[in-house]
């Protein structure tokens, strides 16, 4: 309107051009993954980046003669070159299950005071992205004010520019963290594929064990005494999973790591994803691989996770994680349709079986019970792990769960970081995942059994 008026001035010299800005109708709604455009609309961050050969389209011109002054050659020859619009992407995300995940993470953030939280929920079988959250999200509108409180003192462009960069990033696959306990879903794999242990074995827990010259604790001090394999998972035991891990030794969980997929990267389609921080395998020892068995010691980011637990309850196929579905011209023909490497044979199906009823009992009778779903049966496994410098005393708090747990339809991880007061993932993590399965799994048209 004001260039309206401007224009009906007629003034000599002034001009009024037109341009054209992308705009995003939800805000802030899943920012980390959307991305944004900058002033001359190129791909920022996320998937405005990854697929903007697709979405951006080609500016028109118009070619005319001019004199040296600039001024256009009246009656001269006029050559156009129609502008080209952008194609549309068609993406995985689907609008209601960010707003459920959303509402989730951010409740539990106020409630537990947490720095922030992670929520990734996809689909098992062919890696489809349902929703990824990192709360506190920003709005794509006006990317560049801050989504947190200011210090009174003006910040430094410098300062600015690091703040800004730290609100872009995508803690589900730009950042790492010491899982704990959900990988005791990848040791227990590697050790019933081995055949190192089964399912009758039995542990004795007096609360710790010695490995070399350390006392590592339980987290039951006064331990769990004789349990079977089967329990130990339930009580999400360390020295269980250090007996076992200490079974299947370094060179082989070091293989195991690697016919998982856990040393390269998941090739999910954003920009800037983290690989795993792990020791090298010369550098294993017991203590290494005590630790690893249980979670610790090595570093891994939440999509990394994801995925590799889909690939071992999914009947053993390594998928990639994907938001990419097609991309369509203006009147919506598919231009083109995504294919997405699948690897079969990370486990066997009996070991992806075995792995389902284990977990789905981790959820019904062991650490898990906050994540049961009132006609569903869930599996999942819950972890608490602490933060370097152990010192600080700052925790992750996490689970994993997936339904229906005999045939998996979805997966989802939440990931809360530095939460106040209590901070075990039982307690505090897996409640969040139910309230989220508790609106998804009936809006995906899963049946309650």
């Known amino acids: 309107?004001?260039?309206?008026?401007?224009?009906?001035?007629?003034?000599?010299?002034?001009?009024?051009?037109?341009?054209?800005?992308?705009?995003?109708?939800?805000?802030?709604?899943?920012?980390?993954?959307?991305?944004?455009?900058?002033?001359?609309?190129?791909?920022?961050?996320?998937?405005?980046?990854?697929?903007?050969?697709?979405?951006?389209?080609?500016?028109?011109?118009?070619?005319?003669?001019?004199?040296?002054?600039?001024?256009?050659?009246e009656n001269a020859a006029e050559e156009r070159l129609e502008p080209v619009a952008g194609n549309t992407l068609t993406v995985s995300l689907d609008v209601n299950i960010q707003k459920y995940a959303e509402q989730a993470a951010y409740q539990v953030m106020e409630r537990?005071?947490?720095?922030?939280?992670?929520?990734?929920?996809?689909?098992?079988?062919?890696?489809?992205?349902?929703?990824?959250?990192?709360?506190?999200?920003?709005?794509?509108n006006t990317p560049y004010e801050l989504n947190t409180?200011?210090?009174?003192?003006?910040?430094?462009?410098?300062?600015?520019?690091?703040?800004?960069?730290?609100?872009?990033?995508?803690?589900?696959i730009n950042d790492t963290y010491e899982p704990g306990s959900t990988f005791k879903i990848i040791t227990s794999s590697a050790c019933l594929e081995e055949g190192v242990v089964s399912l009758s074995d039995t542990f004795s827990c007096p609360g710790y064990r010695v490995v070399e010259d350390r006392r590592i604790?339980?987290?039951?001090?006064?331990?769990?005494?004789?349990?079977?394999?089967?329990?130990g998972i339930q009580n999400s035991c360390n020295p269980v999973f250090i007996d076992i891990g200490l079974r299947l030794g370094a060179d082989r969980f070091y293989e195991y790591f690697k016919q998982f997929g856990l040393l390269g990267l998941t090739n999910v389609d954003l920009p800037g994803e983290?690989?795993?921080?792990?020791?090298?395998?010369?550098?294993?020892g017991l203590v290494e691989l005590a630790t690893m068995s249980f979670g610790q010691s090595f570093q891994i980011t939440p999509i990394q996770m994801a995925t590799t637990v889909s690939s071992?309850?999914?009947?053993?196929?390594?998928?990639?994680?994907?938001?990419?579905?097609?991309?369509?011209?203006?009147?919506?023909?598919?231009?083109?349709?995504?294919?997405?490497?699948?690897?079969?044979?990370?486990?066997?199906?009996?070991?992806?079986?075995?792995?389902?009823m284990l977990l789905k009992s981790v959820v019904e009778e062991g650490s898990g019970r906050n994540g049961a779903v009132e006609g569903y049966s869930v599996g999942g496994k819950t972890a608490t792990s602490q933060t370097l410098p152990r010192s600080a005393n700052k925790y992750i708090s996490s689970f994993i769960g997936f339904a229906p747990a005999e045939n998996p339809q979805v997966l989802g991880i939440v990931v809360i970081r530095n939460p106040?007061?209590?901070?075990?993932?039982?307690?505090?993590?897996?409640?969040v995942l139910r309230s989220i399965y508790d609106n998804v799994l009936p809006y995906l048209g899963i049946e309650k059994s």
Not at 113 to 137: L, T
Not at 217 to 231: A, L, M, S, Y
Request: aromatic fraction near 8%.
């Open 274 to 284: 983290a690989g795993t921080i792990m020791h090298k395998k010369e550098d294993i």
């Open 149 to 172: 409180e200011v210090a009174e003192e003006p910040l430094s462009d410098v300062e600015l520019q690091e703040r800004l960069n730290r609100m872009w990033r995508n803690e589900c």
């Open 217 to 231: 604790r339980c987290h039951k001090v006064g331990g769990h005494g004789q349990e079977t394999f089967i329990q």
């Open 312 to 356: 071992l309850v999914n009947g053993g196929k390594r998928v990639t994680p994907h938001f990419g579905i097609s991309i369509e011209d203006g009147e919506g023909t598919v231009l083109e349709q995504f294919q997405y490497e699948e690897k079969k044979g990370i486990v066997s199906e009996k070991t992806s079986e075995t792995m389902r």
């Open 420 to 431: 106040q007061g209590v901070y075990y993932g039982g307690t505090i993590a897996a409640p």
């Open 1 to 73: 309107s004001v260039g309206d008026v401007i224009r009906g001035y007629e003034l000599d010299g002034v001009k009024v051009d037109e341009d054209y800005k992308r705009y995003y109708p939800y805000d802030s709604l899943a920012s980390r993954v959307l991305g944004f455009t900058g002033a001359d609309n190129q791909g920022i961050i996320g998937l405005e980046v990854m697929y903007e050969k697709y979405l951006k389209g080609r500016d028109g011109k118009i070619l005319t003669l001019s004199d040296a002054k600039g001024v256009e050659v």
């Open 112 to 140: 537990k005071g947490a720095r922030a939280v992670s929520v990734i929920v996809m689909n098992p079988q062919n890696g489809e992205i349902y929703a990824m959250v990192n709360v506190p999200e920003f709005n794509l």
